[in-house]
């Protein structure tokens, strides 16, 4: 049952086949099978549970709220939950307990989503391996797969297996984890440059962006308020649009949201791709990219062309600009967003009290990490008066050209980009660890972080299983507001991969009811 | 920006408009004053009122003053900025403030809409251009009571620039010359309110209460088109006024809904402008000049002595009665101003670029509120001028004293008295009495209905104008008694029986011969000695004049 669909598991509790109670119970007990993967930071059981009871007796009485009604679902840990810790993986909020719940988780539990916990994450989601945060890494849940352990086992020969683990990416990587081990059918990630996306395409699941403005921000904990977005991560790109729609409108508390009136909708089945345009941009292929990943992205772009759809080489010219403009404008944001951290209302304090100033430098060096301490003091530095011009101003305005870039293809009749969401499959911890935080993030948020200076939709699609037996994602962009339409592509090519299902037996040797549904077709696709 | 303010130490009334008498009563070292120089150009320094320098041997060293104002006036809302909590003065500490208000991560500001109403309408008020557009930054400045470590504010694009602030001043001898005096506004902006920190010195600790944290602000800015505290108060007067007639502010300094920042410098006239000072929160009306001149006063004797002026925050010391410089380096603070994500733009619409089909309670109208701005105090002035053919300077005494305008009108509702005869028995005795005890409008015991009775009695000749000083004087003492009451208990109605006073007259001159003797004699001041006895046995109810001719009467008969 745990290894269905969102859309699945949905029919399934409506045709009664399984309670939310059970339902319930039955991912709780795969969170403490999996709890070594340290994808959750709080695992709200008693809540998680009482929600099930509640939804349980609404699907008795025929009351059922629906789609989501008892569906087990995960939420990072930079959403406030009202009476659950939100920490944002920071010894900062450690003990931070929310009085209100971010606008997406409120309506998520409006619809009777069970909350089954708050998932791991990069320190106030500033990484790109969920490496980083305070209560320590995530692990990649395929690097225990029957999969990935077959292709590798000739290489762990005298290592201790345990040390070779791979990262989730990030710094979604709990909310990546814990769908691609089935403890939940949903997860909300978020996404700043790339953080949804990224995790999504190493732990092989379905990770979406949706357009800056669609879904609320209310709640999240913010890292750049004017690149944020609530990530969706599903194991299809069909549950990834129900999530949406339950999610998308206005939001009298977010002056950032769309005014115009959004309906939930199902996406459409695509048979005929033939009027489709698919852009290439050729910034894209960059020397970094691996050549599976690379063959991988050649190999879909002929799929559709094959299929009849138009697939031409576009340009988005200032590509090569966005990282470093992007770096920029998020030190900025963070110096800006990180100043209400003293200690005073909420969160960590330090013992020091010889002055307020005393106070709050030692409550911010004992409450940040490295990275976010870093980020604080390069954007610092960009807001001076002194350099604001040549820094903030500069990257404001490349920004406007990478929007511009994109505007420009799709304003010549592209309908929708298709890029590689990494470089490469997931590597492991100890090797991604011998980079800096900062480097890693410039390499991995290559082909994701200029969505979100544009504030696009984009979505990463699982494709295929790398030579090492690792999942590969790609990624597609579409126009601003036309997340639907996304979906709608994404979907069928989905259908047309049929990305493998994680065979994490050994891992998990009983729980042998998550794998019960019947083998996949192999992949026919690499 | 609002900077940290700790209340209660100078509450002051103000008396009526400036009046300028050239500096002579700045005694103290170099003097003071601002002297009339007809009307000034826009920001001509040349036309600066001269200050002269009295020190030393060296001769006269004309010295010239130049001031700016920053005010900060709290928007009068129900609600907060951009946060739904409510604003309220001397609420419980922290019994006011919302998730936002606290900056609990992931809140997010949603702008009031009262609180743009009310910036268009002040700018209008002020002559400003109304921006279309206008933009929200974040100003960044660790402070105990600034808890997202950022204010709100527009530093970019505010939502109104360019206007003026009339305001008047009075000179001459007998200070009755009013001329009008203009400074430029450069803008107005929105911004928030910092929560209030009490320092407890003994316990060494901070207490913060953020009850004010988020109250929506509008930040008048004021060209430096001002050359002494006298004209700063003014100014700051006059716009206190039109903020209370348009009711987009309080504007109680007391509360501290209106506090005053003055940018000063000083410079000999024809060279550069001087190196200039900030003196922060003048929270206080009466000690807003003092504070301005003692600066101007240093910087002239800092100059004379040879020492430099530095660029610097410095407040004023009303103990002390000068101004010393702040102990944290605000001044020198590098802000970090960025936009501020979270709102955008805010667009505001005229009739004509008005989007068809818009909802009405998602835009904002100027020309509508442009329909809706009530009388401004320039325009309640002229009125009692014409109206009332009040002297210009006693409409400004009207309007400037709280409550005493529509003290006024409530008399002129109830009585028959002649307006010219309201207006001087208001601003002579009324107000002279509560100058004397130190009292405001709405704390007087004398209400308009009794003030408006006793002058109808005046009206009436029921009494004599003296006997109308005692009844008031009475009305100040016993609470609750009416004039009539007053004036039958203690017998001072005047005489109406024209028989009863001949008899009296009879009487007084049948018992002094002697006096009648002199004034037969042609003795003229016998007869006011005669009238003078008359009265002191009608116990001053008879009128004088009367008295006269029944005296005059008798005598020639």
């Known amino acids: ?526 | 920006m609002a900077a940290p303010m700790l209340r209660g130490c100078c509450l002051a009334r103000r008396g009526a408009l400036a009046c300028i008498d050239g500096g002579s009563r700045h005694g103290r070292g170099a003097a003071i004053g601002c002297r009339s120089s007809g009307k000034r150009g826009r920001s001509s320094v040349a036309q600066q009122p001269l200050i002269t320098a009295q020190k030393s041997g060296k001769g006269e060293h004309a010295w010239a003053a130049v001031v700016g104002l920053e005010i900060h006036a709290q928007i009068s809302s129900n609600s907060k900025l951009f946060s739904g909590s409510q604003v309220q003065f001397a609420a419980p500490p922290n019994s006011l403030v919302s998730f936002f208000d606290a900056s609990l991560p992931g809140t997010l500001p949603v702008l009031n809409r009262r609180c743009v109403e009310a910036a268009v309408m002040t700018g209008l008020a002020l002559k400003c251009h109304i921006n279309k557009k206008s933009l929200f930054d974040r100003k960044h400045y660790f402070y105990a009571d600034l808890p997202a470590g950022y204010q709100i504010t527009q530093q970019r694009l505010p939502i109104a620039v360019n206007g003026s602030l009339e305001y008047s001043v009075c000179v001459g001898k007998k200070r009755s010359q009013v001329i009008t005096r203009t400074a430029r506004i450069k803008q107005i902006q929105l911004e928030q309110d910092s929560g209030k920190s009490l320092h407890d010195e003994l316990r060494s600790q901070t207490l913060i209460d953020l009850n004010r944290a988020g109250v929506g602000l509008l930040e008048v800015v004021l060209e430096p088109d001002m050359s002494c505290g006298e004209e700063a108060a003014t100014a700051v007067r006059e716009l206190q006024l039109i903020l209370q007639a348009l009711g987009t502010s309080q504007a109680n300094m007391a509360e501290g809904q209106l506090r005053v920042d003055a940018n000063i410098s000083v410079h000999h006239p024809g060279e550069p402008l001087g190196v200039r000072t900030e003196v922060k929160n003048l929270n206080s009306a009466r000690f807003l000049a003092r504070a301005i001149d003692s600066e101007i006063e240093r910087q002239i004797n800092e100059l004379e002595n040879g020492r430099e002026i530095l660029n610097e925050t410095r407040s004023f010391d009303c103990k002390l009665g000068c101004t010393i410089p702040m102990r944290d380096k605000e001044g020198k603070q590098d802000y970090r101003f960025m936009p501020e994500p979270n709102l955008p733009p805010l667009l505001l619409y005229d009739t004509a670029s008005l989007p068809p089909g818009a909802d009405p309670q998602q835009v904002i109208n100027i020309d509508r509120i442009r329909e809706q701005l009530p009388e401004l105090p320039s325009e309640t002035r002229e009125q009692l001028v014409q109206q009332y053919g009040m002297l210009p300077e006693h409409s400004f005494t009207i309007l400037n004293e709280v409550g005493l305008l529509e003290f006024f009108q409530n008399v002129i509702k109830e009585t028959r008295a002649e307006p010219k005869k309201v207006t001087s028995w208001i601003l002579n005795n009324f107000l002279g009495f509560l100058k004397q005890q130190n009292l405001a409008v709405n704390e007087s015991p004398v209400t308009p209905s009794a003030l408006a009775e006793l002058l109808n009695l005046l009206d009436r000749k029921a009494i004599s104008s003296s006997a109308a000083k005692q009844v008031f004087e009475e009305l100040w003492r016993s609470k609750g008694k009416t004039p009539s009451q007053i004036v039958s208990e203690k017998q001072l109605e005047l005489m109406q029986d024209g028989e009863a006073l001949n008899q009296v007259c009879l009487a007084v001159m049948e018992e002094h011969p002697q006096v009648v003797l002199a004034m037969k004699r042609g003795n003229p001041r016998a007869i006011n000695k005669l009238i003078g006895l008359v009265r002191k046995a009608t116990l001053s109810r008879a009128d004088p004049t009367v008295i006269k001719e029944i005296l005059e009467k008798k005598l020639s008969s």
Not at chain 1, 498 to 512: G, R
């Open chain 1, 1 to 526: 049952m745990l290894g269905r669909t969102l859309r699945e598991v949905s029919a399934a509790l409506k045709q009664g086949q399984i309670t939310p109670t059970e339902l319930c119970q039955k991912c709780l007990s795969l969170i403490k099978k999996t709890k070594f993967l340290n994808a959750y930071i709080t695992v709200s059981e008693e809540v998680a549970l009482k929600q099930a009871e509640e939804s349980e007796k609404r699907y008795k009485k025929g009351h059922s709220l629906g789609d989501l009604d008892g569906i087990p679902i995960a939420v990072k840990d930079n959403f406030s939950t009202s009476g659950i810790e939100t920490t944002c993986a920071s010894n900062m909020l450690k003990g931070y307990v929310p009085p209100y719940n971010a606008t997406v988780v409120q309506k998520l539990l409006d619809q009777g989503a069970v909350l089954m916990g708050k998932t791991n994450l990069d320190e106030f989601a500033m990484g790109s391996g969920s490496t980083d945060g305070v209560f320590g890494p995530v692990k990649n849940p395929w690097s225990y797969s029957k999969q990935y352990r077959e292709k590798t086992k000739h290489k762990a020969h005298g290592e201790n297996e345990d040390s070779n683990w791979l990262i989730t990416g990030g710094s979604s990587g709990g909310s990546a984890a814990a769908v691609a081990t089935f403890t939940c059918f949903a997860a909300l990630g978020s996404d700043t440059g790339g953080s949804t996306r990224n995790p999504a395409a190493h732990c092989g699941v379905v990770g979406f962006k949706p357009s800056y403005g669609l879904v609320s921000r209310h709640g999240l904990i913010p890292l750049v308020n004017s690149m944020d977005v609530p990530g969706i991560l599903t194991r299809c790109v069909d549950d990834a649009a129900i999530v949406l729609g339950m999610l998308a409108g206005h939001d009298p508390k977010d002056s950032t949201t769309v005014q115009d009136p959004v309906k939930p909708f199902t996406l459409p089945s695509l048979t005929d791709v033939s009027k489709l345009c698919i852009g290439i941009p050729k910034e894209y292929l960059t020397p970094e990219l691996s050549s599976e990943v690379q063959s991988l992205w050649s190999k879909a772009a002929n799929l559709f062309e094959s299929e009849g759809a138009k697939v031409i080489e576009v340009s988005l010219p200032h590509t090569s600009y966005s990282i470093v403009c992007y770096h920029v404008l998020c030190t900025s944001e963070v110096a800006s967003n990180m100043a209400r951290f003293d200690g005073l209302e909420y969160g960590h304090r330090c013992d020091i009290d010889v002055s307020t100033e005393a106070m709050y430098a030692a409550t911010r060096r004992e409450g940040f990490n490295d990275v976010v301490r870093g980020r604080i003091l390069s954007g610092n530095f960009f807001l001076l008066k002194e350099n604001y011009e040549n820094y903030f101003i500069k990257a404001q305005k490349v920004r406007r050209l990478i929007a511009n870039d994109f505007v420009n293809v799709f304003n010549s009749g592209v309908d929708v980009l298709l890029t590689p969401t990494t470089l490469r499959e997931a590597v492991p911890y100890q090797e991604f660890i011998k980079e800096d935080n900062r480097t890693r993030s410039a390499q991995d948020d290559i082909f994701t972080q200029a969505v979100n200076m544009a504030g696009l939709p984009a979505v990463s699609v699982p494709v295929a299983l790398s030579n090492q037996g690792l999942p590969v994602g790609l990624q597609f962009i579409g126009r601003a507001f036309h997340d639907q339409q996304l979906l709608t592509v994404a979907k069928w090519f989905e259908k047309q991969v049929q990305f493998p299902v994680t065979q994490l037996q050994e891992l998990m040797d009983d729980c042998s009811s998550v794998f019960e549904i019947e083998k996949l077709a192999s992949v026919n696709f690499c």
